[in-house]
């Protein structure tokens, strides 16, 4: 089954707030070969971002047959997210709660503020961070991989506790096989781009 399978026969996402139906209605339907199962998840305070940035799972791809998943993800002021990089097989949708996010697609940046969305397909060169003064939070939606595995091993796995020194070839070759595994591809320079959007809205 395919994500436009998925997302015209089950209808999970519009029920459950995360995409208008509009989008769904030009996907073609047939009848679903597998059932899923109704997924309840109960509320929560916000995240919050301890300073820095922060993720958690709401929806697991086990959830879905591995269809979809998402985090949510606070980011705190002044912040840049991850060097420019794309997915090869990923697409992601954001939809943002709080604050304003900045988005780098290919050379074009885009602001998206609370209740905006923004589709990234995979293979295009991205990344994001929080230009404002003000606490940005967001739902990050992912389809046909478990991309919460990736965040969940990077923010809760490798970590200083664990023995996982930022800047350390340890950490670093941990990293490179989680790359590797989700076909997260760092284009040579993003290291030098991602400095320079950091110098130039003065972020962390």
Known sequence: MNRSDFLSQTGLLAAMGFIPENILAAAPTSKPTTLLKPVVVPAQKALEHNGGMAIRTHIRSSMTNGLYSNVECAVAPKLMGPPPHYHKELDELMYVLEGEASILVGKDVVKIQAGGWHLRPRMLTHTFWNA?????????????????????????????????????????????????????????????????????????
Request: proline share 1%.
């Open 132 to 204: 404002s003064d003000k606490d940005l939070r967001f739902i990050d939606m992912y389809f046909n991989q478990p991309f919460e595995e990736y965040l969940e091993r990077i923010f809760h796995e490798l970590t200083v506790e664990n023995g996982y020194q930022d800047g350390t070839d340890k950490k670093f070759q941990e990293i490179n096989k989680l790359n590797e595994k989700f076909g997260v591809i760092f284009e040579s320079g993003a290291f030098e781009q991602q400095n320079e959007i950091k110098k130039q809205y003065n972020l962390k």
